[in-house]
């Protein structure tokens, strides 16, 4: 089982759509999670850290469950520049600065 | 500012070769990564360092060499790399090594190794 597995994906949705993405992680005393996005050729960029009380920046919302181990992110009303693999990250308990990455899910928002 | 800059940003080179990936962040960060990424897959960490000291090598080959001159540089040194080392090079900073620190990753190197 890997450590950190996301929906595969591609997921295809037209402009307006909700879409969302789950995220499951294997080490029950991770602590910190976050979600970035990384278009065709470029890096990472840091979308938004994920709290345990769930956390809200526009279009976007991230969710913790901690006795399911899975972190969540929903995008609202999908704009084509959403189009992009979304990573989601854990950094392990027991190696502090080790980030593992999920393969990532990639969106395509279509008109 | 959130800016890591990387140079340079693509990089031909023989597999007797010997060059250099620079990787620059003036944020203050005390914590540096070098990451390899190949296509379609995510990035996988190869060093931290922390306080300009190594702290991580992820069992990286002998021939991947990190250095951290200060607080603010990351150097990999390459020499005697295979094809199969082609790869985007990305750098990362934080403001501390551990938990809850949210790294910035630098728009990488593209390095293919003939």
């Known amino acids: 089982r890997k450590e950190v597995e996301q929906d595969p994906g591609p997921f295809n949705v037209p402009e307006g759509a909700t879409v969302a993405f789950n995220c499951t992680y294997s080490?029950?005393?991770?602590?910190?999670f976050f979600w970035y996005r990384q278009d065709c050729r470029k890096e990472p960029k840091l979308l938004m850290s994920?709290?345990?009380s769930g956390n809200e920046d526009g279009r976007f919302t991230a969710q913790l469950n901690r006795a399911s181990q899975y972190i969540s992110l929903l995008i609202r009303d999908s704009k084509l520049s959403d189009s992009a693999t979304y990573l989601c990250?854990?950094?392990?308990?027991?190696?502090?600065?080790?980030?593992?990455f999920g393969d990532g899910t990639t969106l395509t928002v279509k008109p | 500012d959130t800016e890591v800059t990387q140079t340079p940003k693509h990089l031909v080179m023989g597999m007797t070769n010997k060059k250099s990936l620079k990787c620059e962040q003036h944020?203050?960060?005390?914590?540096m990564y070098w990451y390899k990424q190949k296509a379609k897959k995510p990035p996988e960490l190869m060093f931290v360092?922390?306080?300009?000291?190594?702290?991580i090598n992820e069992s990286v080959p002998s021939r991947f060499s990190p250095e951290c001159p200060n607080s603010s540089l990351l150097n990999l040194h390459l020499h005697a790399l295979q094809p199969e080392d082609s790869a985007l090079y990305l750098c990362?900073?934080?403001f501390g090594q551990g938990e809850g620190y949210e790294q910035y990753f630098g728009p990488g190197t593209r390095l293919t190794v003939t």
């Open positions: 360092y922390s306080y300009e000291k190594l702290s």
């Open positions: 994920v709290y345990s």
């Open positions: 944020m203050g960060h005390r914590a």
């Open positions: 990362a900073s934080s």
């Open positions: 080490n029950s005393a991770s602590q910190s």
């Open positions: 990250v854990v950094d392990e308990a027991t190696n502090a600065g080790k980030s593992t």
